[in-house]
């Protein structure tokens, strides 16, 4: 079955940076879109940054553009965020999310099938 297991997250200080990866398991991972989710406290689950099958095109939120990098590794079935420059509006709850479709483009939380347990973030000074 599919899994997707996130690691990690931490607490840091802002300006900080901090690398998550997400590993998974299951399927043909190159097939597929995957993208980088986190939700706040009494907010809705926002997606941060997505990027294709290949690796080649991605997607970033305003909110974390040119801050975070996604990348993948398709030979080692891993999925990574780089995130740079931390804001304490940055503390969420992390998830790593595979799309419901292989070979299509996923942008929209309803897009993913399958999620990660998820993985703390926390930007304090």
């Known amino acids: 079955q599919v899994q997707l297991v996130e690691s990690g997250g931490g607490s840091v200080q802002p300006g900080g940076s901090l690398r998550l990866s997400c590993a998974a398991s299951?399927?043909?991972?190159?097939?597929?879109?995957m993208g980088w989710f986190r939700q706040a406290p009494g907010k809705v689950r926002e997606g941060v940054g997505f990027i294709d099958t290949a690796g080649r095109s991605t997607y970033y939120a305003d909110s974390v553009k040119g801050r975070f990098t996604i990348s993948r590794d398709n030979a080692k079935e891993m999925l990574y965020l780089q995130m740079n420059s931390l804001k304490p509006e940055d503390t969420a709850i992390y998830y790593c999310?595979?799309?419901?479709?292989?070979?299509?483009?996923?942008?929209?939380?309803?897009?993913?099938?399958?999620w990660g347990q998820g993985t703390q973030v926390t930007v304090s000074s």
């Open positions: 299951g399927y043909t991972y190159s097939a597929y879109d």
């Open positions: 999310a595979r799309c419901r479709y292989a070979w299509a483009a996923c942008r929209l939380p309803s897009d993913f099938a399958y």
